[in-house]
């Protein structure tokens, strides 16, 4: 299997089980980050975080800005890196930072209040519908998949299915 650089995901409870055993026993990856301009600026907050990182993997906390530096830096790596963000807005916010990599893999994004069920890991209000549609048209793809092993779903596909 090729090593793929980046995968930039969107995925809001970040660093949890399902990330580093799904997805960091399926790619080799060998550095994380966590796109999250709250959570780089509190300390403890952050380093809760890292501690469910595994040690042999290069885990960080970043700001928006700062990962999408790291993502220009990291695009033709020779290892594989694992970029993690809370939301769409997340995405917009580097989007609007000029950010380069436009291959996004949607995982969870769960249910709350006014958000409609599109996959059984997938629930998103209106708001969060219009920002992918409106990335889309910026060029942006994402492909949803809740496991590295799991089917690919295209966003775009199952947007306008809804319409």
């Known amino acids: 299997m090729a090593v793929q650089p980046i995968i930039l995901r969107i995925d809001d409870r970040l660093i949890h089980g399902q990330v580093l055993?799904?997805?960091?026993?399926?790619?080799?990856?060998?550095?994380?980050?966590?796109?999250?301009?709250?959570?780089?600026?509190?300390?403890?907050?952050?380093?809760?975080?890292?501690?469910?990182?595994?040690?042999?993997?290069?885990?960080?906390?970043?700001?928006?800005?700062?990962?999408?530096?790291y993502i220009h830096e990291r695009l033709n790596a020779p290892d594989a890196s694992m970029v993690l963000v809370e939301s769409p807005a997340d995405i917009q916010k580097?989007?609007?930072?000029?950010?380069?990599?436009?291959?996004v893999n949607v995982g969870g994004i769960h249910f709350g209040?006014?958000?409609?069920?599109?996959?059984?890991?997938?629930f998103l209000n209106s708001e969060e519908v219009e920002l992918f549609k409106r990335l889309m048209e910026r060029g942006f793809a994402f492909e949803c998949q809740d496991v590295p092993t799991g089917t690919r779903h295209d966003l775009k596909k199952i947007l306008e299915k809804r319409k």
Not at 38 to 56: C, V
């Open 21 to 69: 055993v799904g997805w960091g026993a399926y790619y080799p990856i060998k550095h994380l980050v966590v796109g999250n301009d709250r959570i780089a600026q509190n300390e403890w907050e952050r380093n809760l975080l890292l501690m469910a990182a595994p040690s042999e993997v290069d885990s960080r906390v970043l700001t928006l800005d700062e990962t999408v530096s």
């Open 94 to 103: 580097m989007a609007d930072k000029g950010l380069m990599l436009k291959q």
């Open 113 to 122: 209040e006014n958000r409609s069920e599109y996959l059984n890991y997938l």
